[in-house]
């Protein structure tokens, strides 16, 4: 049984999660372009049986047109999945939830267009796969990627989270130039292994080897980082570029590498690969912490700070942890 704490709505009305998963799945099987006459008919019985099923269909057809419009290769190969029609339709009746009273929806609100990202991991899980083009792409935990590859180009939409690419050799003629983008710019490789972070008020890259060309979303701002060197850039503006630490690409073999971090940004680095709220009392927050963490293995580097560290542990739930300073007895 599906279980959700939110309210769905259609036309601006709540409406029953049934009825509304069952406009989502009747959307992917239509989508596929695979339906059959008798299928066709079916749906139209539905629609027909009760106003609540029309209502439902008009919204959710209305949504899937706004998908269209974001990208309609990536939205329709998103929603037209057959041997997962189940969970794509899940996905959709979520959006459904997401239009709010108003019965309009925020398709570009992260939730919704990671949901229906061509790739995508899970807190705590990373996935590395080779692109057609030939260029290598890691995605980080919690990371969620859209692929947009045509005759001018190949351009990776970062909807959250990180990557890490190795770009191909551009073999093709016209030259394809390879760039990410994020809310707040863009980044294009120059021959380039190199990361890409979207943060709420900024965006991080850093070079891991030839350079990267950056562009702000608004003002035309650019900058060129080399090997070795990372930038920030916000929707306006970029930052100046300086020397990145190799440590910042430990996630890609599983660790969590730390010299002399702040124990704040370490749990709120540590929180990406597990599930549930990880925080720290103000009075630990500044402390700093080095090592190398394996992050297959939360639970063991929380019970281990203890060792290195004036602190406790305290487990309020499973998924509820808090580091406080160590009690006087």
Not at 61 to 82: N, W, Y
Not at 162 to 188: M, S
């Amino acid at each position: 049984m599906l279980k959700t704490s939110h309210q769905v709505y259609a036309g601006g009305q709540p409406i029953d999660l049934k009825i509304a998963m069952q406009a989502a799945e009747w959307l992917t099987t239509l989508m596929s372009g695979q339906a059959t006459k008798a299928e066709q008919q079916a749906w139209a019985s539905w629609r027909a049986q009760h106003p609540d099923h029309e209502r439902a269909w008009t919204h959710i057809e209305h949504v899937s047109a706004g998908f269209r419009q974001l990208d309609a290769q990536a939205g329709r190969k998103a929603l037209a999945r057959r041997p997962a029609t189940r969970r794509q339709a899940l996905k959709l009746a979520m959006v459904l939830a997401a239009s709010g009273a108003t019965g309009t929806l925020g398709l570009r609100s992260q939730g919704a267009r990671s949901a229906l990202a061509d790739l995508s991991t899970s807190i705590g899980q990373r996935r590395e796969l080779r692109l057609a083009d030939g260029s290598n792409l890691h995605l980080n935990a919690d990371s969620a990627v859209n692929v947009h590859f045509s005759a001018s180009e190949r351009r990776l939409e970062l909807v959250k989270g990180e990557v890490f690419i190795t770009t191909a050799k551009e073999a093709g003629r016209p030259y394809r130039p390879f760039l990410v983008e994020t809310t707040h710019g863009q980044a294009q490789a120059l021959g380039t292994r190199y990361s890409v972070r979207q943060k709420e008020a900024h965006t991080v890259v850093a070079v891991e080897q030839g350079a990267v060309r950056l562009r702000s979303r608004e003002g035309g701002a650019h900058q060129l980082i080399q090997a070795g060197q990372g930038a920030s850039m916000t929707a306006r503006r970029i930052g100046a570029a300086h020397a990145v630490s190799p440590d910042i690409w430990g996630w890609r073999q599983g660790l969590l590498l730390a010299d002399g971090m702040l124990l704040s940004e370490f749990l709120r680095q540590l929180g990406r690969y597990r599930h549930g709220l990880l925080g720290c009392d103000e009075t630990v927050a500044g402390l700093r912490i080095s090592g190398v963490f394996p992050l297959q293995d939360t639970q063991a580097v929380l019970l281990s700070l203890p060792h290195s560290l004036p602190v406790e542990i305290h487990f309020r739930t499973r998924f509820w942890v808090r580091v406080q300073p160590t009690s006087r007895r």
